[in-house]
Each structure stands twice: as structure tokens, then as C-alpha cells.
């Protein structure tokens, strides 16, 4: 007997998580310059991190010999201050997705079952399937969610929710109001998993006062990462907010040391250089209007988006991928999120933006 046929059923079933394509395997492929090439496909920060942030990882690397702060204390400590939670309430994670496995592990098993939208982020599915617990895929509402439909569509056995706002790969949002209400209607047995990863993006008068919903809703999970606007993805950390009961118990599941010391200094850091967060943000913007301004004049269709990206549809959309992958530019196939007609691009800088839009038009002109 082959030792993989022992694995459980539902995590040989599991189709692995697929990145968007690195700079370093396109240029392998094609033979170009890494310089030469734009990647617009991870939503990632075109800014980078900040220069603060620089300093302080700079400052902590004759520390790596040692061990990080299993309990993140100096962290916990500034986003508790940020946020007016307690820092027995705060969970970090290598990455928002550890704390979604988190949330899988501690409160799904076998014979449970959760609740997502279509169209939402594709590692809802995965966490769910690896702990052997069921999916319900409840059809999406314009691209985005349906907060009655996904209500109607809680069984006996869910325990958990999980809600994208804004949601990725649409770029959709859900009103503070739709969300306060769905809050209200949800058993409180079932943990409703709140992910805000594109919260920073949102206008101020769109942001929901998920923080203190957490005092009415114990069965709330608040998710928040730093790998967008705060520019951290290559150092992997995001934290949950929730009630102490439930953040102790994803806490169980925690490995130990799970965020590394160079994480934690540079998300402090982070915190800390607000100019720098709201020059990405306006950076963001302008971008967004740029690109967004050239698909109506191009008369291409796409989905409004409250994030740092936005989804466009397409003709024969593989085929336009792989036109701009020849022109070194990078976007994202969203067709395992059931667009095959859609394309995603993430918001660069100006420069980057016009090479993209630049390489978009040369590709509608090779479908003509």
C-alpha cells in the first residue's frame, strides 16, 4: 500500500492553494530581466514596507539567534492600545490565514460544517476541508455576499462563518448596517470569522465598527493582517480580535513561536508610521481611479472594488493572461473562483499601472 492512501480522505481530496506566479518563474520561463517584468497578481503593496520598518528589522537581526516572543507581548500591547481591546483578546498569526486555520481547527471537525460565499477568498474552502468538515457555497449576490442566503443557509451543524469584507477576489463590500444585522441574526453557537484583510482601503465613512461589535457578539472574530496596506507580506503576520474565551481557544491550536521576531518588530513599526499607511492608501487610490478610468474608456467591464486591486472581464481571458505574461506583466486567473471570464490585477504604482494598461491594450489588439 502506497503510506499516502493511509492520509484521510478529505486531505487527499485537497487541491493546494495556488499562488499568483513569482517574478523569478517568469523570467525562468521567458527568458527576460526580473526587472523587466511587473507583477500585479498577490495584492500586494506596491510601496513596500516602510523605511521605519526597515530601520527596525535592521536593528533586530543580532537578535535571531533567540527565540521570538511566543506571546508577542510589545505587539499585542500597541494594537490592544490601537484598537481599545484587551490584549487577552488579540490573537497573531503567521499570516492572517494561520489564524483561519485557527478558527478550522478549534471549532470544526468531522461531521461539522461552514458556511461562505461564492466567489470568496479560496482558502475558506481549504481550512474547512482539512479539518474533515463539510462546505456550504451559499451563490453570491452581484459577485459578493448574501448575507439573508448565507443566514438560510446555516445548518444544525455549522460552527463557523466566514465573511470577506471587502471580499477577494470581487473587491464587493457589505454595509456596517448589513453586516450589524446579519451579526444579530446568526445562532450564538456559530462563529462568524469577520476577515477585514482590505479594511485599511476602505473610505472612513464605509468602515464597519466591527472592533466594537465585539462587546455585543462573543461568537465575533475580527481578522485583520499586515501583508496589504502595511506592505509585510514577505514576513507573514495578521491577528485576530475576539472574545477572551474564544481567542484562548484558538490560542490552543497556536503553534508555539508562530511569528517570528523580525515579524513582530516590523509590525510594530508599522503601527507606528501612519504617514507612511496613509500615503499607500492615497497611492492606492489614484491607482485605482487609473486603471478603472482606462476599462471604461477601453469599454471593459469590471467589478467595483473597495480593495487594492479589482477583477475585469475579458475576452478569452486565458489566452489575454498569457498575452501579458509574454509582455513580462503578471495579473491573476480567478477562474478557480468560478470567473473564468475575469482577470484580477492588483492596484501598482503609476508606472507599473501604465505597463499594465500599455500591455492590455496590445493583447486586445492580437484578439482582434
Known sequence: MNLCDLAPSYVSAIAPYQPGKPISELAREMGMAEEHIVKLASNENPMGASPRVLAAIENALMDIARYPDGNGYDLKSALAAKYGVAQD???????????????ARAFMSPGTSAVYSQH????????????????????????????????????????????????????TILSSNALASFLEQVPSSVLVVLDEAYYEFLPENLKPD????????????VMRTFSKAYGLAGLR???????????????????PFNVNSL????????????????????????????????????????????????????????GMYQSLLKQGVIVRPVANYGMPEYLRVSIGLEAENTRFLQALEAGMQEQI
Not at 483578546?89 to 478558527?103: K, M, P, T
Not at 466591527?210 to 472574530?221: A, E, G, I, R, T
Open 89 to 103: 483578546q488579540i490573537v497573531l498569526g503567521n499570516g492572517s490565514n494561520d489564524v483561519l486555520e485557527f478558527a
Open 120 to 171: 470568496a477568498f479560496a482558502v475558506y474552502p481549504l481550512v474547512t476541508q482539512a479539518v474533515g468538515a463539510k462546505g456550504i457555497e451559499v451563490p453570491a449576490k452581484d459577485f459578493g455576499h448574501d448575507p439573508q442566503a448565507m443566514l438560510a443557509a446555516i445548518a444544525q451543524d455549522t460552527r463557523v462563518i466566514f465573511i470577506a469584507n471587502p471580499n477577494n477576489p470581487t473587491g
Open 210 to 221: 466591527s472592533v466594537n461589535w465585539l462587546s455585543k457578539f462573543p461568537n465575533l472574530v
Open 237 to 255: 503576520i495578521g491577528f485576530a480580535m475576539a472574545h477572551p474565551d474564544v481567542a484562548a481557544m484558538l490560542n490552543r491550536v497556536r503553534q
Open 263 to 318: 515579524a513582530q518588530v516590523a509590525a510594530l513599526a508599522a503601527l507606528q508610521d501612519v504617514p507612511f499607511l496613509e500615503q499607500c492608501i492615497e497611492v492606492n487610490r489614484k491607482g485605482m481611479e487609473q486603471v478603472t478610468q482606462a476599462f471604461n474608456r477601453l469599454e471593459i467591464s469590471f467589478i467595483p472594488s473597495f480593495g487594492n486591486f479589482v477583477s475585469f472581464r475579458i475576452g478569452n481571458a486565458m
